[in-house]
């Protein structure tokens, strides 16, 4: 599947192709292939496995100094690291062993214990060559493959959206009892996002991602009359001039 035939490009960075199911059903795969997503899922590859390493050799260093001599102990150490860098635990092969043989039990030991890891090459490679790979699968079979993803994406804004709604603009819960104010409240949360994708358009535009959550966080946080230099440069790609000084207006 990962032949270089087929692929149709979506957009800079993206390509998608048709996979007939491996057991001749009904059903189709659209294989995606995300330049982006490659990076990141290398970036936490790396990331998962440099600090699994320095992990263990944490463990093999107290080992080797003998202040740690029950083997359990050094097992629930060593699977307190797997859990919690677990996207790389399986490249690793681990043993616990002493210098007469392999440990075992959870006694004290007269000797040191010893710690040594292999990395699997063959996984490693395969974590490696899926890197930026995904599926996504339907019983549409009369879509081409860019349509289908498209319809995928479509979704995931459509569950974005619903989730900015709940969490960010606290749609929900409604407390109001009156009709008129319950549709009230849904109006004033549908401008609220739609001022949010206007921002994220803006940031789009300005080079600053699609994100307008840290910008508003950054904005909200900093409310002074004259910008930190980060700020105003911020400020500046969005094309927005905050008011050299506040004023309040009152009603007559």
């Known amino acids: 599947m990962l032949h270089e035939q087929h692929w149709k490009h979506v957009q800079e960075g993206l390509e998608v192709k048709l996979c007939p199911s491996p057991d001749g059903s009904e059903e189709l795969f659209i294989l995606c292939r995300s330049e982006a997503r490659r990076e990141k899922e290398q970036a936490i590859h790396n990331r998962f496995v440099e600090r699994l390493n320095k992990g263990l050799h944490k463990v ?16 629930r ?39 040594t890891w292999t990395i699997h090459d063959t996984y490693s490679d395969w974590a490696r ?18 349509d289908l993803w498209k319809a995928y994406i479509q979704l995931t804004e459509a569950e974005a959206a619903f989730r900015i709604h709940k969490q960010d603009l606290n749609l929900r819960p409604i407390w109001h009892q009156r009709e008129d104010r319950v549709q009230a409240h849904i109006l004033v949360c549908f401008l609220a996002y739609v001022l949010w994708k206007c921002l994220a358009q803006m940031c789009k535009q300005a080079g600053l991602g699609n994100e307008p959550r840290t910008i508003l966080e950054e904005i909200r946080l900093r409310c002074v009359s004259k910008p930190e230099q980060h700020l105003a440069i911020l400020l500046h790609k969005l094309n927005l001039k905050p008011p050299s000084r506040l004023e309040m207006k009152l009603k007559l």
Request: proline content about 3%; aromatic content about 6%; charged content about 35%.
């Open 77 to 115: 150490r060593i699977g307190r690291l797997l859990e919690r860098y677990n996207r790389a635990s399986r490249l690793f092969d681990i043993d616990v062993s002493t210098k007469g043989g392999p440990a075992s039990g959870g006694k004290e030991l007269n000797g040191k214990l010893d710690l």
């Open 129 to 146: 060559l899926s890197e930026g790979y995904y599926l996504l699968r339907t019983n549409i079979k009369d879509w081409t493959p860019e």
């Open 60 to 75: 093999k260093k107290s080992c080797a100094s003998g202040r740690v001599k029950n083997v359990r102990l050094v097992e």
